[in-house]
């Protein structure tokens, strides 16, 4: 489905000039499979959304490939959607409104590309709110409109960055079950990027530990959680406990390296 292969990426050197870039993300390489969510974890600075960025087709590595299905990505592409933590939801526009514009964007006819909406805001949990604006929503439904809007074209890969990182823990606990259910019922393929060891465990088949200065892969942790129990009873399962340990050890690992 989604492979990575030898990510390569650096900043800071304009044309021309004899400072060498900074490294920013080296030998990325792994694959996602159909179905799959995987989440990237790691450190502040450790390029995380840098490689969202990259699969998305918005940046260009400046070494190696991505492919989707045998395909490389070299610009976006509308079978690849981005879910930002920011939620940037139009605010003069309503809710079904927001949630159609991608297939606007593609030409497709009103009644018919707001009948897709309403089907994807329903999934969300935001049947009834159709008309609001999102200033008369919290930042839960506004994230749920985004989540919806990213689903809408029915992407390939969902790719997401911090997309509960805004919300407060219990919005964000109900937001990361109703999300497992999610992606269980539509069989969507994933890449989420997330500070938070709880909320990778707890909603990713695999984590991707990365480490930092640059961003290389520590590891890639299974750990074997996904839709299978609750943001809140994840807490009591003792898989979790040993895989959340592990992933700290990592983390501080990279800490104690850099």
């Known amino acids: 489905m989604l492979e990575m292969r030898d990510i390569h990426k650096g900043f800071g050197a304009a044309g021309g000039a004899k400072r060498r870039a900074t490294p920013v993300l080296e030998g990325i390489t792994f694959d996602v499979h159909a179905g799959e969510v995987v989440s990237l974890l790691g ?16 940046l260009p590595a400046d070494r190696g490939a991505v492919l989707v299905n045998g395909q490389p990505v070299q610009a976006p592409r509308r079978d690849l959607c981005m879910v930002f933590q920011g ?7 309503s809710v079904v409104s927001n949630v159609s514009f991608p297939l606007e964007l ?24 159709e008309k609001h604006y999102p200033h008369e929503l919290s930042g ?23 997309p509960f990182g805004a919300l407060d823990a219990q919005t964000r606990e109900v937001l ?47 750990p074997g959680l996904a839709r299978q129990v609750s943001a809140q009873e994840a807490r009591g399962v003792p898989q ?16 104690t390296t850099a």
């Open 87 to 93: 939620f940037s939801l139009l605010p003069w526009r």
């Open 176 to 222: 990361q079950d109703d999300f497992s259910r999610i992606c269980q019922e539509l069989r969507t393929t994933v890449v989420l990027v997330t500070h938070s060891i709880e909320e990778a465990l707890v909603l990713s088949d695999r984590v991707v530990v990365l480490g930092s200065r640059p961003g290389s892969i520590r590891r890639i942790v299974a």
């Open 140 to 162: 839960g439904m506004q994230q749920r409109v985004g989540l919806a809007r990213g689903l809408v074209r029915q992407p390939l890969v969902l790719l997401m960055d911090e």
């Open 106 to 129: 593609d030409g497709m006819a009103r009644e018919e590309r707001e009948a897709i909406a309403r089907k994807y805001i329903d999934i969300v949990g935001l049947r009834g709110c």
């Open 240 to 255: 979790f406990a040993a895989c959340a340990r592990e992933v700290r050890e990592l983390l501080r690992g990279v800490e």
């Open 43 to 58: 450190a502040s600075g450790c390029g995380k959304t840098t490689l969202l960025r990259i699969v998305a087709g918005l």
